[in-house]
């Protein structure tokens, strides 16, 4: 369907006369005899459009316009225009100015040069699929990559809690906990970026919007960025609404865009600078401005800092670590969220500004923090089954959670956590998915047919973050789909949230 050639000549002999040709030709052809009959032939597909001078009446044109202005990036629809002999009318004018790759022939047309010019833009079109192939491929496997970076990286983030629970006051374990932990979290993020341009390169990406805290967000910023800026010794001040403001939006996007850009600016600021991160409510928006006393920027680099996988070069004409990402994936959460992201300089040397405006929803109360236990509604200690086929991920997360009062028990397959969660009536089953023979999706849906099961908390965890994926996680009954590696005050939060939902049904 990709290869033919759609024609669309409404009136005399041009459309009929073509198709033979290119049957001659053996060149694959579809004609099209309406204007509806053309749009419901472009969203199948065709290698190029074939169409008249006298066919771009208001209707025609602003079809194939339409069209062009939809594609991906990877296509550019070439459309092949025969048209009358002599000077361009108006109408040749207008398809030149917006249909974007079209070529064209003065009729009569010569059968060998319409052939050669069909065979040519075929080639350049088959060119076409070709990126589009070798992206989706790109795309698969960054998405392989990151499921199988995050897998390693679940069981060293969970041993370093391990051990500042188990020797909170030793300092060169402290030192030896803060060094792993720094590049556990840099690592993460790196993975997360490389997952998210492939998600939005293929428009993956759904916002999960909810009404999120902006205290909370920039507490969260903070954590992600204060060890870069301490190891600089830049201070960073932090000038925020006394009110709280409520945003509508997806928090860990919102996260992503400041730490982004706040990164961003440590990481060009010389040592013992200062970095300003300042809120405030403007006209139902909010605008909050990242300065620092850094490198700056010339009017050239403010121009396409913001592109994907763009390097910006330090003072000394050397590239910066990176992958020239961040600030692209900044930009486009935040138009996703309806606002925008804005850079300025006043040159080298001379430090930089990024302004960030996000629709406000209200401001309010500062919210209380959820209630966290590790005890079930009546006051015994909360059963765990976790369940990975990497068995050092499984036994260092069942350990973690012992050490943090819950009873937690760790099996390395589907089979056996079917066995164990009829034995123990978990409270909780923490399981990953891609387990050989038989995986989590399946074991989910096994356990949740069993009597009683609908009270379990089921939580996917698992290098994969694609929609997709979570999606399939809902359907086979899990509650909650965490990604590779997980934070432990995420786990407990998630079953505090249980415990107090349990506590208010047994009140009443």
């Known amino acids: 369907m990709e290869n033919r050639i759609l024609i669309y000549a409404p009136t005399g002999q041009d459309a009929p006369l073509a198709a033979k040709v290119m049957a001659m030709a053996a060149i694959d052809s579809h004609v099209c005899r309406t204007l509806a009959e053309l749009a419901e032939q472009l969203e199948l597909g065709a290698g190029a459009v074939l169409t008249v001078e006298e066919a771009l009446g208001p209707g025609g044109y602003r079809l194939l316009q339409d069209c062009v202005a939809r594609q991906p990036d990877w296509s550019d629809l070439p459309i092949i225009l025969l048209t009358h002999s002599g000077a361009d009318s108006s109408a040749v004018r207008q398809a030149v100015a917006g249909l974007g790759n079209l070529s064209l022939m003065e009729r009569p047309v010569r059968t060998l040069a319409l052939i050669t010019a069909l065979h040519s833009t075929l080639r350049a079109r088959n060119k076409q699929y070709q990126v589009r192939e070798a992206a989706r491929r790109k795309d698969e496997f ?35 906990r803060d060094m792993v932990e720094r590049q556990v979290r840099l690592l993460t993020r790196l993975v997360d970026d490389l997952l998210d341009v492939a998600r939005i390169t293929s428009g993956k ?8 805290s902006l205290g909370a967000v920039m507490n969260h910023v903070n954590e992600l960025c204060a060890q870069a800026a301490s190891a600089k010794r830049i201070h960073i001040a932090w000038q925020l ?13 919102v996260v992503q865009i400041y730490a982004n850009i706040l990164s961003n600016a440590v990481k060009f600021t010389p040592q013992g600078g200062n970095v300003v991160v300042r809120a405030e409510r403007q006209d139902g928006e909010l605008l909050v401005t990242i300065r620092d006393s850094g490198i700056g920027l010339d009017a050239e680099s403010i121009a396409r800092i ?10 000394s004409g050397q590239f910066s670590s990176g992958l020239g990402i961040g600030l692209s994936l900044a930009r486009q959460f935040a138009e996703m969220h309806g606002g925008i992201v804005e850079a300025y300089s006043a040159g080298p040397g001379m430090g930089s500004e990024f302004a960030i405006r996000l629709p406000v929803v209200s401001s309010a109360v500062r919210d209380a923090a959820p209630a966290t236990a590790a005890k079930g509604a009546d006051g015994r200690k909360m059963q765990v089954l976790v369940v990975d086929d990497n068995q050092d991920a499984a036994d260092s997360l069942a350990a973690l959670l012992e050490i943090d009062g819950f009873d937690a028990h760790a099996v390395y397959d589907g089979a056996s956590a079917i066995q164990l969660a009829a034995e123990l009536a978990p409270d909780m089953i923490i399981m990953d998915l891609g387990m050989p023979g038989m995986d989590g999706y399946e074991t989910a849906r096994a356990i949740r047919q069993r009597a009683g099961a609908e009270r379990i908390l089921m939580v996917a965890l698992t290098g994969w973050g694609q929609n997709d994926a979570r999606r399939r ?36």
């Open 241 to 253: 609404p006394a009110e709280e403001v409520t945003l509508d939006a997806d928090y860990a996007r």
């Open 473 to 508: 996680t809902g359907e086979a009954g899990f509650d909650y789909h965490l990604v590779k590696p997980v934070e432990l005050e995420q786990l407990v939060r998630l079953a505090g949230a249980r415990q107090n939902r349990e506590q208010v049904q047994a009140a009443r």
């Open 205 to 212: 990406i759904k916002l999960q919007r909810q009404l999120v």
């Open 142 to 176: 960054l998405a392989s990559l990151g499921h199988e970076l995050r897998n390693p990286l679940a069981p060293i983030r969970t041993s370093v809690s391990l051990l500042t629970h188990l020797y909170p006051d030793a300092p060169p374990v402290a030192r030896i």
């Open 306 to 315: 913001f592109r994907m996988f763009e390097q910006s070069s330090t003072v």
